[in-house]
């Protein structure tokens, strides 16, 4: 009897490592970004500080796009933006769609299973406009506030959640004026991870 419950289980992990052979995953990671408004200062701000995402991790992480058609991602700006937990500076969300494929060769079928990845964010209108002003000022608490905000979102749309660090990108808040340090070193390097690039070869201590 012992000899056949070995034989079995010996067919079993055969049988398992045939099947995981059957499938390969493969994720995309290439967010296009399409501003849904008409506001050219708005369309601008989101540019710029998605210009300064990409310097800051090294690689091409985000790509605004002016055509809806070419875009996978979305950024909307809402008025009085609110969830269930109340009124809100912005809201991320990350999205994951899956396709699969069956791929034929001599050696017999697998199955491609295609993740892609892609994101939703939304920021309050009022806020947003209301610190444009410090856009030509990367110094000032207005830029940093809303490069802190962006940069926020953006990390839910790549998985991450809150934390209760108050030096963390992730936490719950985001303040207005910078009188403690915020740790964009961790962030970037967690994005980096993420997107499985390499960390660039000058990588400066960024905090705020």
Known sequence: MLIQLCRVLAVVSCFSLIACKEYKVKEVKDFRLYVNSDDVE???AVSELAAQYNKDVGANALTVVDNKAQANSN???????ADDGGSKLG???WITTEQEKNNFSATGAQKQITVYHSMSLEFDTANFAGKLKGMTDKT???YKHLYHLFCHEVGHGMQLNHSDDKTNVMYKSIPDHYNRKIDFVGYFAYVRSYLKISAPVENKDVLI
Do not use: C, M, Y
């Open 140 to 142: 000032s608490d207005e």
């Open 42 to 44: 708005l369309n601008a």
């Open 91 to 93: 809201l991320g969300q």
């Open 75 to 81: 950024i909307s700006f809402v008025k009085n933006l």
